[in-house]
Nanobody, 122 residues
């Protein structure tokens, strides 16, 4: 299983970035997808998750109404659109997938990407 994240970079406060994660080696449509992040000196946190059928969605309180997770099963890709970026969004962002949506919420996620750095300047 391989996950390749991209789309990170340097952004100014208030602007938008979209992260992408291309997944291979699994039946992508059967898997829940997610994004985590880890800021310097902090623990990794779940940012957003989306169930295989898109009927369940989770967002961390800190990003709700600003970030949107989505997926394109035809492209084996999921996305994180990040609007109204803030300096506190600065972190390494990781994409991850698991067969169980609930598993992601409970901290058990099977497959991880390598991470992409997002830096938001004030």
């Amino acid at each position: 299983v391989q996950l390749q994240a991209s789309g990170g970079g340097l952004a100014q406060t208030g602007t938008t970035l979209r992260l992408s994660c291309v997944v291979s080696g699994i039946s992508f449509s059967d898997y829940a997808v997610s994004w985590f992040r880890q800021a310097p000196g902090k623990e990794r946190e779940l940012v957003a998750a989306l169930s295989p059928t898109t009927d369940k969605t989770f967002y961390a309180d800190s990003v709700r109404l600003r970030f949107t997770i989505s997926r394109d099963n035809a492209k084996n890709t999921h996305y994180l659109r990040m609007n109204a970026l803030k300096p506190e969004d600065t972190a390494v962002y990781y994409c991850a997938v698991d067969r169980r949506y609930e598993g992601i919420l409970l901290g058990s996620t099977a497959h991880w990407g390598q991470g992409t750095q997002v830096t938001v300047s004030s």
